[in-house]
């Protein structure tokens, strides 16, 4: 357990800066709330606060996607994995360092969502669930990309990973079912966070929360099957 | 005694995207006793990094099987006491001793033990000056000097170092042979791929030659040194020029002749009313048997 902590401390210190440059839209939102009008129209804030929300699942694809195989480019993987750390264990800290970086976020987002979303009347309880449902689908997002860059580039796992995201939502469109959306719920938990608005009451749903965190587990232990196969003393270019 | 390194029929080949295929190792079976540095050599491309990755469970073999310290290739727990360190040094970009106690700290070594440990090794491979440096700073020998800290951080029983002073100046390579020396001496186990082959022939007990995936040479290192082939003999009371290549120093006669050669010769050195001072089997540099094997159609010359 101390070797997943490790190597999770160590992944979100190799991503501070993508780290921060996230952090710099929670800023623009605390820079509307402090010196506009915005605080004022609460709309307009949330909107914002929506747009920005989201962008953190999209940046987890990339953290989740790109984790392995700059390890590997690097070769600073063959020190880690040279130590008694199985690559069930590595990608353990991985998918906990993705989900430290998420949370980094979420949490921030959620001190300036509850002050400046609080200052215009939308429930404070509501924006720390919404974060949970950010996290929730930022995990099993960066999870999913990880899986898919055991065995493909970056690039190609990141697109292989909005596919999966993207489909439980068509089928659910297509076919006017939206237990579709639950296949695979980082749609279902990112739209939690697009719908929410001043209007309609709290219906936080644990469900898609509760699945999510199911198949994060699911296909980390797909991940560890697949890597444990791959040769990773081969030049990833 | 169970080897604290073996390879039985190891075979492992690379497939490209195309579907070509190139065998890296081919039917590679190989012991590491316990207790002995173990030099390994080869030309690039040789199959010898490959051979290490699968030793440290990198990658897996295509057909054979390998056991480190009693347990099977890739079993995570045995790395635990085994030191690696890779031919292209890769690190987190940290300070020293801080990187030296995560890899420690990642192989489950104490926190309270970490920080005198990561302190002792980084003085045993001469950077207690840099330990508080960031290594992104640092040179290559350095580098490969913070690589050999972290090796050792576990006190491991086998380390397995890959070109562990090809970018060291000569007196760091002092410093890095002595280190070795001194873990033998403790009982610890030592497999060196290195090109510098005067560093093997100092270090290694034993020594195997790898060529084009296969096992050309393995003996030890004293025997393979003793040339079977030439002898040298040592005259006085003889003109040199009564043998053709003779040398002549002081009143001395040497002469180094073919062994079928040998009877003959000292015939004639005594007919010549000389007196035999010595008959020793010619020393041959472990350079001139590295390229003797290697320039060969690699067939197997396994002494030992």
Redesign the interface.
């Known amino acids: 357990m ?2 997943v902590v ?2 999770a401390v ?1 992944f979100v ?2 991503q501070r800066w993508p780290i921060l440059v996230m952090l710099l839209w929670v800023l623009l939102l605390a820079f509307l709330g402090l010196t506009t009008e915005a605080a004022r129209q609460g709309e307009d804030l949330l909107f914002v606060f929506k747009q920005v929300a989201v962008y953190v699942v999209a940046f987890s694809v990339f953290f989740g996607s790109s984790a392995i195989y700059n390890d590997r480019r ?3 993987i ?9 690559r069930e ?1 590595y990608l353990s800290g991985l998918v906990l360092g993705i989900t430290i970086a998420s949370a980094i976020y979420c949490f921030a987002l959620g001190l300036t969502g509850s002050w400046t979303l609080g200052e215009a009347g939308f429930p404070i309880r509501q924006v720390w669930f919404l974060m949970l449902c950010l996290l929730a689908a930022c995990s099993l997002a960066g999870t999913l990309a990880l899986m898919f860059s055991t065995f493909l580039n970056p690039f190609f796992a990141a697109g292989a990973t909005a596919a999966v995201m993207g489909l439980p939502f068509m089928l659910s469109y297509t076919s006017g079912n939206p237990k579709w959306g639950l296949a695979v719920p980082v749609y279902a938990l990112a739209a939690a966070v697009l719908r929410s608005s001043f209007d309609s009451p709290f219906s936080g749903s644990w469900l898609p929360i509760f699945l999510a965190v199911i198949e994060t587990l699911v296909f980390w232990f797909i991940a560890a099957r697949i890597f444990s ?1 791959i ?4 030049s990833v270019e | 005694m169970q080897p604290a390194l073996e390879f039985q029929g190891v075979t492992k080949e ?1 497939k490209s995207l195309f579907g070509r295929r190139f065998c890296a190792l081919d039917n590679f079976s190989l012991q590491v006793e316990p207790h002995e540095i173990f030099g390994f050599l080869g030309p690039n491309g040789a199959g010898k ?1 490959t051979a290490i ?1 699968l030793a ?5 073999p295509t057909s054979g099987s390998g056991r480190l310290l009693g347990n099977p290739f890739g079993h ?5 006491r ?1 030191g ?1 360190l ?1 031919e ?5 970009p940290r300070r020293a001793d801080h990187l030296v106690r ?2 420690g ?4 070594m104490k926190t309270s033990a970490l920080k005198k440990r990561a302190s002792e090794t980084l003085e045993l491979v001469g950077l207690s000056d840099q330990a508080r440096g960031s290594v992104s700073r640092f040179s290559r020998g350095m580098l490969q000097r913070v ?1 050999l800290a ?1 090796a050792l951080v ?1 006190d491991p029983e086998l380390l397995i170092l890959d070109e562990p002073t090809s970018a060291l100046d000569p007196l760091a390579r002092v410093g890095v042979r002595e280190l070795l020396l001194k873990a033998r001496e403790d009982g610890k186990t030592i497999f060196l791929s290195s090109h510098l082959l005067s560093e093997i022939e100092l270090l290694c007990d034993r020594v195997a030659v790898l060529h084009r995936g296969h096992l050309v040479e393995l003996g030890k290192t004293s025997e393979l040194l003793q040339s079977n082939e030439r002898i040298e003999i040592t005259a006085r009371g003889i003109d040199a020029s009564l043998l053709n290549g003779a040398v002549a120093v002081n009143g001395i006669v040497s002469i180094a002749i073919p062994r079928s050669q040998q009877r003959p010769t000292i015939t004639r050195i005594w007919d010549a009313g000389g007196e035999i001072i010595s008959v020793v089997p010619q020393r041959r540099s472990l350079e001139e048997i590295f390229l003797e094997v290697t320039s060969s159609s690699g067939k197997e010359r396994i002494t030992h």
């Not at chain 1, 040769?231 to 081969?234: G, H, L, S, T």
Request: hydrophobic share 45%; charged share 20%.
């Open positions: 101390k070797a490790l190597i160590s210190r190799e690097s070769r600073r063959l020190s880690v994995l040279a130590k008694a750390v199985s264990l196969y040769d990773i003393a081969v | 690379y990094t990755h440290m469970g990198f990658m897996r995570a727990a045995t790395r635990r085994v690696f890779p292209n040094v890769a690190l987190y995560f890899y700290a990642i192989n489950g690589g972290q576990n």
